[in-house]
C-alpha cells in the first residue's frame, strides 16, 4: 500500500514568493494533518481536517498560511509570501479517524522548504 | 512541546548497551504514540499505548505506560547502529484538547560501534 504522499520533496524559494505544498493521504484515512519541524520548535501541528472539513487551524501561524482539502485524496498548504523564517521541514499525516487516542497517524516524508 | 517533556535530549550509547528514553506529562494522555525519526526523514511509527500499565514490544523495543497515564518509557536492549535517530513520543489531550496531538522534542540517540 502506498503510504502518504507528499510533493515536492525539497522546495527552495525567494522571500516573498508564494509556496504551495501538496499532499495525498492514504486511501480510506479521513483525517489530514498538517506538521512544522524545525531545530527550535520541533513538531508543531498547524491544522487538520476530518472529512475534508478543517476542524482546528489555531496552529497555523498567521494569515499568510492556508490550507485546503478540496477532496478526500488531495490536500495542500500555501504559504503566501513565503519569509525565511518559514525554512522548516512539512509534514502531513492521514489517519483513519480523528479520535486520535485509537488511532495512529501515519506520516509522509515531508517537504524540506528553504525560503532565502 | 512543554506539555509532553522528553529524557534524554541526546544519548549516546555503545553498541550492545541498553537503554531508556522517557516522556513525562503533568496532564492524563489520551493515546501515547512514540516514533522514530531518521535524520533528514520523516516519523515512522513504532507503537501506541492506550491503557494505564499497558506495555508493547517490538523486537528489541519496549514501551510501557504508567499507571495514571503521564509518563511512558521506551526501552532499548542490546541497541544496535539501526537503532540510531530521533524517538520522539506524542500524545492526545482527548476532547478537552480537542483531539490534538502534541510531541515532545525528542531523544537524539547516537550508537556506537
Known amino acids: 500500500d502506498a503510504g502518504v504522499i507528499q510533493s515536492p520533496r525539497h522546495e527552495v524559494t525567494e522571500m516573498g514568493q508564494e509556496v504551495t505544498l501538496r499532499c495525498k493521504p492514504i486511501s480510506g484515512h479521513n483525517s489530514l494533518f498538517w506538521y512544522r519541524q524545525t531545530m527550535m520548535r520541533g513538531l508543531e501541528l498547524l491544522i487538520y481536517?476530518?472529512?475534508?472539513?478543517?476542524?482546528?487551524d489555531s496552529g497555523m501561524p498567521e494569515d499568510r498560511f492556508s490550507a485546503k482539502m478540496p477532496n478526500a485524496s488531495f490536500s495542500t498548504l500555501k504559504i503566501q509570501p513565503s519569509e525565511p523564517r518559514d525554512s522548516a521541514v512539512y509534514f502531513c499525516a492521514s489517519s483513519r479517524e480523528l479520535a486520535p487516542s485509537t488511532d495512529t497517524q501515519y506520516f509522509g516524508p515531508g517537504t524540506r522548504l528553504t525560503v532565502l | 512541546s512543554q506539555e509532553l517533556e522528553q529524557s534524554p535530549q541526546s544519548l549516546i550509547v555503545q553498541e550492545g548497551k541498553n537503554l531508556t528514553i522517557n516522556c513525562t506529562s503533568s496532564?492524563?494522555?489520551?493515546?501515547l504514540y512514540w516514533y522514530k525519526q531518521k535524520y533528514g526523514e520523516g516519523l515512522i511509527f513504532l507503537m501506541m499505548l492506550q491503557k494505564g500499565g499497558e506495555e508493547k514490544s517490538h523486537e528489541k523495543i519496549t514501551a510501557k505506560l504508567d499507571e495514571k497515564k503521564q509518563q511512558s518509557s521506551l526501552h532499548i536492549t542490546a541497541s544496535q547502529p539501526s537503532h540510531a535517530g530521533i524517538y520522539l513520543c506524542g500524545a492526545a489531550l482527548g476532547r478537552t484538547g480537542g483531539f490534538k496531538t502534541i510531541f515532545g522534542a525528542g531523544t537524539r540517540l547516537f550508537v556506537k560501534a
Open positions: 481536517f476530518n472529512n475534508n472539513v478543517p476542524i482546528d
Open positions: 496532564k492524563t494522555l489520551y493515546g
